[in-house]
């Protein structure tokens, strides 16, 4: 792995647009860099030190440029930087695994790369991009090169598709076999397999953020649940057109939708490893129903020590469990941001760290977990759907893009709207108390329907508006 690269190059045009990408490179690579690698207890330092103070000041336009990025717009430079650097880590593995043969480390390096997959999937890979993966075939490692074939996730009909917008958009990728750097190319193409990767919850510009966060919080369900179901045609139609079965990789909400793919397609899915996921909501029978006899695949859940999303839910008793524990000397960062570190950090990588393995049945019946999935699986979530994301995807969302759109339509609108009452109430000023002296009934009347042409009127109106 490469050493940590701190941001104090210099850049003699940070407006330029190369100097920029540049920049953004080393963003990337220093991300990757403590999301893969030992945690290093002088990186806060380093990176509140005066040095990255005098940076800030000397190219705040760029720094701007970054925080733009990651907070208020999409970047492709720095999701393609991400991706580079991704290449160069995957290089790197390369480097040390070629000509190794079968050993007890095989799996922990498979754990890695799967991981950094899984990474690799929220950086909005490209169609027909190529990655070249080491791969465990038979028992001796190889470089694979893929071709990338993004899968759509989010519905194409039906009544949610009025509330998704083109940045709503999310997207599975398949990993499909374009060659073998080695001579048995033949014999070994019969070994290998397809990959397909999940993206997790993405930061605030990431692409789909707003459906992820929504599918979270579905209540009743399995986390991602209802985003399988939607994407469940391509993704099967994908699954059919692979020669071979598929591995499949994904990290918290992409560790969900791995195992769902598994348990609904176990003819096509070979292995599956997810990282930090929530676990199966216990009550749907619907997704966890199997044909009796038919082939399970083999699921790897790998859980990580402070991170809270993998407590949720439950796992099949056939699923094998990791668990990864930090030493005191690589924890990492104080609570509460010891629990974000950790639920994103890849610490099959990490040398100095505690494994083992542990029973689904466990998990499933201890009272500590039992009661914080009824307190937060269940009440929780139907809450955060009912209360929040909801109410905000389906209702405040769609009213504050239509006044965003039809701003100076309902100005006039209501401008209107005021002078008509304000018109109307001087005329009942002056007019109601001289018919009052003729007849009350006729007054009630009058307002009554006064009242009724408005709201009919204004409804009409406002409908004509939408």
């Known amino acids: 792995m490469t050493e940590f690269v701190f941001l104090i190059d210099p850049l003699k045009n940070p407006e330029h647009t190369a100097d920029k990408g540049e920049f953004l490179a080393q963003i990337a690579h220093n991300a990757l860099r403590i999301l893969l690698n030992d945690w ?23 720094i701007s440029a970054i925080y733009k990025a990651l907070f208020v717009e999409r970047e492709p430079l720095l999701l393609k930087a991400l991706r580079s650097q991704v290449q160069k880590v995957l290089n790197q593995y390369w480097k040390r695994l070629e000509g190794c043969t079968f050993d007890k480390q095989n799996q922990r390096i498979s754990f890695v790369i799967s991981n950094i997959l899984s990474l690799y999937a929220m950086f909005e890979p490209n169609p027909n991009e190529k990655l070249k993966v080491p791969r465990l075939i038979g028992k001796s490692w190889m470089l694979v090169e893929y071709t990338i074939e993004p899968i759509g996730l989010t519905p194409t009909k039906g009544p949610v598709c009025g509330y998704i917008k083109e940045s709503d958009r999310l997207y599975a990728y398949g990993l499909t076999l374009s060659k073998i750097n080695n001579e048995e190319k033949k014999e070994r193409d019969q070994e290998n397999t397809s990959i397909l990767l999940y993206p997790g919850t993405g930061w605030d510009t990431f692409r789909g953020l707003r459906i992820q966060n929504l599918n979270n919080f579905w209540p009743a369900k399995t986390p991602g649940e209802k985003l399988y179901q939607w994407g469940k045609d391509r993704i099967e139609k994908w699954l059919e057109k692979q020669p071979l079965m598929v591995d499949i990789y994904g990290h918290s909400l992409g560790g969900s939708l791995a195992y769902l793919t598994s348990i609904s397609n176990p003819k096509k899915v070979k292995k599956v490893v997810a990282l930090n996921p929530p676990g199966l909501f216990k009550t749907n029978k619907k997704i966890e129903h199997e044909e009796k006899g038919a082939r399970k695949p083999e699921v790897h859940i790998l859980m990580q020590a402070y991170d809270q999303v993998r407590k949720l839910g439950f796992y099949n008793e056939d699923w094998k469990l990791h668990k990864y524990s930090p030493l005191e000397n690589n924890i990492g960062p104080d609570r509460p941001i010891r629990w974000g570190a950790a639920h994103l950090r890849n610490l099959a990588a990490n040398k100095d760290v505690n494994y083992e393995t542990r029973e689904p049945s466990k998990y499933n019946n201890s009272k500590y977990r039992k009661a914080g999935n009824f307190l937060i699986y269940r009440l929780g979530r139907h809450s955060k759907f009912y209360l929040g994301t909801g109410l905000s995807f389906f209702v405040l969302t769609p009213i504050i893009e239509m006044i965003k759109k039809h701003k100076w339509e309902l100005l006039c609108f209501i401008s209107l709207s005021l002078s008509l009452y304000f018109c109307s109430a001087l005329s009942m000023v002056f007019t109601l108390p001289i018919i009052a002296l003729i007849s009350t009934k006729i007054v009630a009347v009058l307002l009554v329907a006064l009242a009724v042409t408005s709201v009919l009127s204004h409804t009409y109106s406002f409908t004509r508006l939408c």
């Open 40 to 62: 290093n207890p002088n990186w806060p330092k380093a990176i509140l030190s005066r040095k990255f103070a005098k940076l800030l000041f000397k190219y705040p336009k760029t």
